[in-house]
């Protein structure tokens, strides 16, 4: 059997099973991969944020009806997911949260979309959105749909924003731009559910993942976020101390660690602040895509 190339993800690993590593665990067309999971950030609940969730929920403020505060819900991320399954879950029995099934629940992406789909709601939540896959085409996708939806409505109803602390300004900025005329202008209120910040043993648990792959001929980095750049790029040894960006020393022909990034906002980011251009981007941001821009980059540098 030949020697699995280890495919090093920076995520923590969802539970009860993680899609990129059935993606990654099995041999396909030639490929075989092992991965290994880094936990780059850790999440916190913000009490203030989920008390101001949990009283809309408890006050019947989040549906269809005119006097309603809320029309509808949009998640980006799978914490925030996990920050509202947490307030479902804080009551069982006769004493549930009021039922959301009448209102759009809009996520960006499949891995979101996943999750919403799995919070214990019956009956389900209404998902829609995931085959837009970042903030930029989700707004206008929300745009038409939503008022769609309200389309009795000249003024639509506000929609909830469930955020973490450090988020894009896309959705908010799309939905609310002056320009939209008023039967499409969507006011969009955010509500930080989740603070976020890089855990202080992943560059030193990443440089030991390194050393004990040393002797493989090829690895893979895959990047999930921005966060945490500075450190993998650092434990890879890339990075000029004095400069803080990749150092003019560092050489493609040279190397066997490779990096793909989730999707353009990583690679961009890694671009702008580092002068390092990722060998794959995503086109989708799933294990589909991912394995798809690794499998096609290695077979286009055997050409």
Known sequence: MSQKTPVFLLKTK?????????????????????????????HRFKDEGLATVRNLLKTKA??????CAYGGIVFTSQRAVEAFTHLVQEVTGDD?????????????????TRTLKAVPQQPPLQVFG??????????????????????DRS?????????????????????????????????????????TGVMESFQEDF???LKETEDHPARWVVVFSPSGCDGMLSALGWL??????VGDDFRQEDRKTYIATIGPTTRLHLVKNFGYEPDVCAE????????????????????
């Not at 989040?62 to 006097?67: K, L």
């Not at 549930?96 to 979101?112: C, E, K, M, N």
């Open 240 to 245: 000029n101390e004095s400069s803080g960006r």
């Open 96 to 112: 549930r949260w009021p039922h959301l099934q009448d209102i759009p629940v809009y996520s960006v992406g499949p891995a979101t």
């Open 62 to 67: 989040i549906g269809t009806g005119s006097d």
């Open 155 to 195: 003024t639509k109803p506000p929609l909830l924003f469930l955020v973490g602390e450090q988020r894009r300004d896309i959705i908010p900025r799309k939905l609310m731009d002056p320009a939209l005329p008023s039967d499409k202008f969507i006011r969009i209120d955010e509500v930080v559910v989740y603070g």
């Open 284 to 303: 989708q941001p799933s294990p589909e895509g991912v394995w798809e821009g690794i499998s096609r980059f290695w077979n286009e540098s055997k050409k």
């Open 14 to 42: 969802s539970t009860p099973g993680d899609s990129y590593q059935e993606q990654f665990s099995s041999e396909t067309d030639g490929f075989n991969f092992e991965p290994f999971f880094v936990p780059v950030l850790e």
């Open 130 to 151: 995931e085959h837009t896959g970042n903030g930029e085409t989700l707004a206008p996708y929300i745009i038409e749909h939503y008022g769609e939806w309200y389309k």
């Open 207 to 209: 440089t030991k993942l």
